[in-house]
């Protein structure tokens, strides 16, 4: 069984560890305690609570295909005559987007505001992670 401490599920979450301790307290998020004592919560329960937390973001009412939104503060824009190059940081996500110069004019993105960055993709490659912040995912008997 993976589990994970608070902080990582943290980081996961794109959130602080008091978020995460808060939403334990609350009881929206289970968790147990191991064998040093520390809170740790289950793999599957973390992918559930993440999947809850992405469930209509952002209270959306339109019909859309596309399932994956960041939400994000537009970080750069760069334009030429015919594209535009803009940069969204979504938590701890960088997303770059090539648009139409007149797509990002009329949304008016400048350095600063707002945006959301809406992935349809047919093809999205995943790789196993190779667990390179602190021990994240530990297998517990």
Known sequence: MTVFR???????????????????????????RDEHDHRVIDGADLAAFARSLGAEPDGRTDASSARNRLHGIVTAVVKDRVM?????????????????????????????????????????????????????GRTGS
């Open 6 to 32: 608070i902080g990582e599920a943290a980081e996961l979450l794109a959130v602080s560890a008091d978020t995460v301790r808060r939403w334990i307290d609350a009881g929206r998020l289970s968790a147990a």
């Open 84 to 136: 535009a190059q803009v940069d969204i940081q979504a938590g701890p996500f960088r997303v770059v987007s090539l648009m139409s110069r007149e797509a990002a004019d009329e949304l008016d993105l400048e350095v600063g505001s707002l945006a959301v960055a809406v992935i349809k993709s047919t093809t999205v490659v995943v790789e196993r992670s190779t667990r390179a912040v602190g021990s994240r």
